[in-house]
């Protein structure tokens, strides 16, 4: 069983920075990683970023240009680097496979707001 521990999120103001962690029990360098978002007042988790085990990247539309997600299969790590956050990246974060199969981690509460 693949277990997911998240990290990073803040209260931060719009435009501002912030890197979410993921950190995967075990090897996860067989798997295709993705971190999703259940926005604040919302029940659907969307999936906001992917990576495969190649490193090929891929976004979803309102996070393209802003958002970078790498890993590092050495540490078992995925990254969420977000920059230009807008109030409406609000909520809270979460790491899993893709498609996801595994139990929802604890999340990372990320909150943008003046």
């Known amino acids: 069983q693949v277990q997911f521990v998240e990290s990073g999120g803040d209260l931060v103001q719009p435009g501002g920075s912030l890197r979410l962690s993921c950190s995967v029990s075990?090897?996860?360098?067989?798997?295709?990683m993705g971190w999703y978002r259940q926005r604040l007042g919302g029940n659907e988790l969307e999936l906001v970023a992917?990576?495969?085990?190649?490193?090929?990247?891929m976004y979803e539309d309102s996070v393209k240009g802003r958002f970078t997600i790498s890993r590092d299969n050495a540490l078992n790590t995925v990254y969420l680097q977000m920059n230009s956050l807008k109030p409406e990246d609000t909520g809270v974060y979460y790491c899993?496979?893709?498609?996801?199969?595994?139990?929802w981690g604890q999340g990372t509460q990320v909150t943008v707001s003046s």
């Open positions: 992917h990576i495969d085990t190649i490193n090929n990247a």
């Open positions: 899993n496979v893709v498609p996801f199969r595994y139990a």
């Open positions: 075990g090897s996860m360098r067989m798997l295709y």
